[in-house]
């Protein structure tokens, strides 16, 4: 496997884990119990999003550069599979 592959996933799946993150904190604050509340509810909820916006920041660095490689824009997500960065 190749370095940016790598480093790739690793930066999905850690986008992944701030997303649970933030639902779980929202869905815990919404219920005194949170028992009910899981990824099943997570997935119901993130199938309601029809479109979503944001505005992002990357900062990457490299041995070859002296100073990280900043980019930045608008992630735009469009129900079911279309997501432009």
Same mark, same amino acid.
């Given at each position: 496997?190749?370095?940016?592959? @790598? !480093? %790739?996933?690793?930066? +999905?799946?850690?986008?992944? *884990? ?7 904190? #929202? @869905? !815990? %604050?919404?219920?005194? +119990?949170?028992?009910?509340? *899981? ?7 993130? #199938? ?38």
């Amino acid at each position: 496997m190749r370095p940016g592959r @790598a !480093s %790739a996933r690793l930066r +999905a799946m850690l986008c992944g *884990g701030a997303v649970a993150s933030i639902f779980c904190t #929202a @869905a !815990s %604050a919404a219920s005194p +119990a949170g028992a009910d509340w *899981g990824l099943p509810q997570l997935m119901r909820e993130l #199938a309601e999003v029809r479109s979503a916006s944001g505005e992002f920041t990357e900062r990457t660095t490299m041995h070859m550069l002296k100073a990280p490689l900043v980019t930045f824009g608008t992630l735009k997500y469009v129900a079911p599979d279309h997501l432009w960065k």
